[in-house]
């Protein structure tokens, strides 16, 4: 079967390399198009999780008082410095002058009170509400000057108030931001044509890039197409591995092959039956062969993973070796289980990892003697059947958050998983500064999640860049769910 993709691989690359258009679209350089495969529920990266929504707005439309850049490092934004107290408690913040949102309105420390203050609100829709967990206060000192106390010290606070969850809005504006947003960034919001794309348009004359189009390209076979007909510039994420052979060899083109956050996992249910019984839990963790799928489902780009963390991470364990694939193991675990005709459910949302590797599961399932019924789903139906509804047995998806490994401490996440030990580390972590502490803590973390087998790890992302040659600036890491064109420029 290997063999056989391989020479698949191989037939399609050569078949995409006639499809190369030297007379493609003469670019306007002023203007970018950037093909996604996603279109965002709405835009306001304060109140949805899904990654399509930063995608488009981080740091382009909205913006933080920190933000992560393509290193994964913490860079100022909207606060130009900051003072920490020596107890790690207070963080006095010194916000950039003359900022102003686009409907013209000031940005102040008091829109820094109320962004924060509404995404920990007690009623706040925010989906990461947890970063904001420790913090006890912020008050407006002055118009320039906003204080943040926490309650117990929160050595990744910069870092958090660096996603695009924590981005400052402004009272004005921020229940319309869903439709029409309103941020601070060198972009804003132009128009939305439903199922076709999105265009923000710069607010500055100066910038080299004056119009960013997002287009909806879900296919991942169009998306090859669009870029070779010159009607896309650039796909910040390929959703078609088997194409970056022929891609790399087209002088029209730059390849970048990067890293990313996003652990792709085999999720269970934990509280549903039989799932709720770890020995079926790890019996499907044996059952699957990582490679096999990074291999069969992404043409061999994908960096297997033991747990849920990103291997790039210095705080990362290597514990692929716990589960490894074990067909037989898997059926002794199921028959030790009672589990003799085991059948589950896959709902399995659309990007490319899902569906392709959905099938692969589903074989790898059956030959440890569990009969898996797939269910595709759009990301709408996703959402609202498997991350709120929790009606579902097995799904996949990528992760793509930073350091997320908190969300199996989440008394209410899809998981479903409830482990008073992974909790008091998750509280130890809030409390400890030191990194090589918290690295310490993260791993005990991860120990605890991969004993037990809460999800089955498969593979970390891989970041498919494809840009046409000669435009600079383009992301080839995401440390965060963004495609930040903000210095994107053509030469």
Excluded: C
């Excluded at 190369?20 to 350089?29: E, F, L, R, V, W």
């Excluded at 197409?225 to 052979?245: F, M, T, Y």
């Excluded at 193991?329 to 490319?352: E, F, M, N, V, Y």
């Excluded at 970390?460 to 435009?471: D, E, M, N, S, T």
């Amino acid at each position: 079967m290997k063999t056989m993709r391989i020479a698949a691989a191989i037939a399609v690359a050569s078949g995409l390399a006639f499809l190369a258009t030297p007379g493609a679209q003469a670019q306007q350089k002023d203007s970018l198009t950037i093909g996604l495969t996603l279109e965002p529920p709405h835009l306001d990266p304060t109140a949805g999780a899904a990654a399509a929504i930063d995608e488009i707005v981080y740091a382009n439309l909205f913006e933080g008082l920190t933000r992560i850049d393509d290193n994964g490092a913490v860079q100022p934004q909207l606060a130009e410095s900051w003072d920490v107290s020596g107890d790690g408690l207070v963080y006095t913040f010194t916000l950039q002058d003359g900022v102003k949102f686009h409907d013209g309105t000031n940005f102040d420390a008091d829109d820094v009170v109320f962004s924060l203050d509404r995404a920990r609100a007690d009623g706040s829709v925010n989906a990461q509400k947890q970063l904001f967990a420790a913090i006890d206060t912020v008050e407006a000192v002055d118009a320039r000057t906003a204080r943040i106390t926490l309650s117990r010290p929160e050595g990744a606070l910069l870092f958090n108030l660096g996603w695009g969850d924590a981005v400052m809005v402004a009272r004005e504006s921020a229940a319309t931001n869903k439709v029409a947003p309103i941020g601070t960034g060198p972009f804003k919001f132009d128009r939305w044509v439903r199922g076709s794309q999105i265009r923000l348009v710069a607010t500055d004359d100066t910038r080299a890039i004056r119009k960013v189009t997002f287009r909806f390209v879900p296919d991942p076979s169009a998306q090859i197409a669009a870029l070779k007909a010159g009607d896309i510039d650039a796909v910040s994420n390929l959703q078609a591995p088997e194409a970056v052979i022929a891609l790399q060899a087209d002088p029209n083109f730059e390849v970048a092959i990067g890293s990313t956050e996003g652990e792709t996992i085999l999720a269970m249910n934990n509280s549903r039956a039989p799932l709720n019984d770890i020995r079926v839990r790890q019996a499907i963790a044996h059952a699957i062969d990582r490679q096999a799928i990074i291999d069969g489902a992404m043409f061999g780009f994908g960096t297997p993973i033991g747990t849920h963390f990103a291997p790039h991470h210095p705080a990362y364990v290597d514990l692929i070796a716990t589960y490894p694939h074990d067909p037989a193991r898997a059926r002794a675990l199921l028959a030790d289980a009672g589990q003799s005709d085991l059948k589950l459910t896959l709902k399995l949302p659309p990007p490319t990892y899902a569906r392709r590797g959905g099938e692969i599961v589903a074989a790898q399932l059956k030959e440890a003697g569990i009969t898996v019924e797939i269910i595709p789903v759009e990301w709408a139906q996703w959402l609202e059947q498997v991350f709120r509804g929790t009606d579902y047995d097995l799904t996949i998806v990528s992760h793509t958050e930073p350091v997320d490994i908190g969300i199996y401490a989440r008394d209410t996440y899809y998981f479903n998983y409830d482990s008073p030990s992974l909790k008091a580390l998750m509280a130890r972590l809030n409390n400890t500064s030191d990194q090589a502490a918290r690295n310490r803590i993260l791993g005990q973390a991860q120990r605890t999640i991969t004993s037990d087998s809460v999800s089955a790890y498969m593979f970390q992302l891989a970041k498919l860049g494809v840009w046409r040659k000669g435009l600079k600036g383009m992301w080839r890491n995401a440390p965060v769910q963004a495609t930040d064109v903000t210095g994107v420029r053509w030469e």
